[in-house]
């Protein structure tokens, strides 16, 4: 199997407050995760890219200390959207790449983020 | 520069056969995704093609064309809970998958 969870899987917070937000790999190894964020009837946007026990990797235009990506085990990446804003508000997914070269990515169930 | 297109919308019966296309230019190429998402939910994952010809998996099968930066879904005995959005999403060099917006198929009893 190849099961990808995310939690919590909806969030509702104040401006101004950080979130954090946990994917895991339940069944099998994942030495890349990926987070993608997905505004209503659009494409799944790439955040950035998270190798096990390295930096991640930030796409342009994605401020890397607003969202903080840690990814510390072969099965668990987080991350935490820092000082919420309105315009943060959005399905973020995360997916997951298994470890010895297969290309496929996984996706969680995504995290419904409302910052009020 | 990289882009994927598809139909926006395409409109389906019940226990029809329905063929979603896709053509893309991308910088280098590893292969090529199909995922279907249901509305408010995240991708799942159907088909991967890396060799030209077709991958049949019971009633969803994919082709690609490597050369004509070609690929379908062909979507068999349409069933309603087949009604999502099928996005198809190539590989480039970096082994970075490609989005686009997919296109939202709707079946019709």
């Known amino acids: 199997g190849a099961v990808v969870s995310q939690h919590p899987s909806r969030v509702i917070c104040k401006s101004g407050t950080s979130v954090k937000i946990e994917c895991r790999s339940l069944?099998?190894?994942?030495?890349?995760m990926f987070w993608y964020r997905q505004f209503p009837k659009q494409s799944l946007m790439l955040m950035a890219t998270?190798?096990?026990?390295?930096?991640?990797?930030?796409e342009q235009g994605v401020e890397k200390d607003k969202f903080l990506i840690n990814h510390a085990s072969l099965t668990l990446s987080t991350l935490t959207v820092t000082s919420a804003h309105p315009e943060d508000s959005s399905f973020y997914i995360c997916?997951?790449?298994?470890?010895?070269?297969?290309?496929?990515?996984?996706f969680g169930p995504g995290t419904r983020l409302l910052v009020l | 520069g990289q882009n994927i297109d598809q139909p926006t919308e395409m409109t389906a019966t019940e226990g029809a056969i329905v063929q979603i296309n896709c053509t893309y230019q991308?910088?280098?190429?590893?292969?090529l995704f199909w995922y279907q998402q249901h509305a408010g939910e995240a991708p799942t994952f159907l088909s991967y093609?890396?060799l030209d010809g077709l991958e049949e998996k019971g009633r969803f099968s994919s082709f690609l064309s490597r050369s004509k930066g070609y690929s379908y879904l062909l979507l068999k005995e349409l069933q309603m809970k087949d009604s999502a959005s099928y996005l198809c999403?190539?590989?480039?060099?970096?082994?970075?998958?490609?989005w686009g917006a997919g296109t939202k198929l709707i079946i019709k009893p």
């Open positions: 991308t910088s280098g190429f590893n292969g």
């Open positions: 093609n890396v």
């Open positions: 998270s190798n096990e026990g390295s930096k991640a990797t930030y």
């Open positions: 069944d099998f190894q994942a030495t890349t």
């Open positions: 999403a190539p590989m480039d060099s970096n082994y970075q998958l490609i």
């Open positions: 997916s997951a790449r298994k470890a010895g070269g297969q290309e496929t990515q996984y």
